[in-house]
């Protein structure tokens, strides 16, 4: 079974903290990763891509990709109470014959919460 | 901006009942999707397509079957309903078939909350 684990949780930060959320992936042959951030009762929304090793930063939002060692992360700076989410971290399926049809994994999911 | 819509936000439904859930994207996307979402275990893939009329079986098909006619719509059918599939349904599209590029990202419609009674 291809999986895709992300950290625990709850994460409570402070607000202005930095949040780290993680993920690590157990299929070799992934190659791209996704972060979601899901409201309550809302359905998940893009935050950022990554498929190459090393850092990705948009805004107060970076994602590592360590290929190696088969982590991925994420990290917010200056957390803001409005970052209060589940974040879903996924990686791209892989098939027989190499094709993937779009598949993505899902991890659980890490709840976030910045407190003021 | 990337658009899917489904056909209703919430849905209550009797045990037995055939059920019917529709979505449709707007961007011309090659795949699409259907989960189920249930709290503590995280989003489960049911059955996916990469073309009109081809489907994919996910990792949790039993009690459900799909339909894709067109390009921009996709049915996910509950044959007979049961209230262990009382959940939220979310659909989601993607553009290509996966080449290491954004464009593997899956796009979410707002998710069908159904009970069944």
């Known amino acids: 079974q291809k999986e895709v684990e992300q950290n625990s949780g709850p994460l409570s930060v402070p607000e202005g903290a930095i949040a780290s959320l993680n993920c690590t992936y157990s299929d070799r042959g992934s190659q791209s990763f996704f972060w979601y951030r899901q409201y309550s009762g809302k359905s998940p929304e893009l935050i950022m891509f990554i498929y190459s090793n090393g850092d990705k930063e948009d805004g107060r939002f970076t994602a590592q990709l360590n290929k190696a060692s088969q982590y991925v992360s994420l990290l917010i700076r200056d957390s803001q109470p409005s970052d209060s989410a589940t974040y879903l971290c996924?990686?791209?399926?892989w098939g027989a014959g190499g094709t993937s049809y779009g598949k993505l994994t899902f991890g659980q999911g890490t709840i976030l919460t910045v407190h003021p | 901006d990337v658009k899917v819509t489904q056909s209703s936000r919430y849905l209550v439904k009797r045990t037995g009942e055939k059920v019917f859930l529709e979505c449709v994207q707007d961007?011309?996307?090659?795949?699409m999707f259907w989960y189920r979402q249930d709290p503590g275990l995280g989003l489960r893939l049911i059955y996916f397509s990469y073309d009109v009329k081809m489907k994919e079986k996910g990792d949790i098909p039993e009690g459900y079957s799909v339909s894709r006619e067109k390009k921009e719509r996709f049915s996910l059918i509950l044959e007979s309903a049961s209230t262990n599939q009382t959940s939220m349904y979310l659909c989601a599209s993607s553009l290509s078939r996966g080449s290491f590029s954004p464009t593997d990202t899956q796009y979410f419609g707002p998710g069908t909350r159904l009970t069944v009674l």
């Open positions: 961007m011309d996307h090659e795949n």
């Open positions: 996924a990686g791209v399926t």
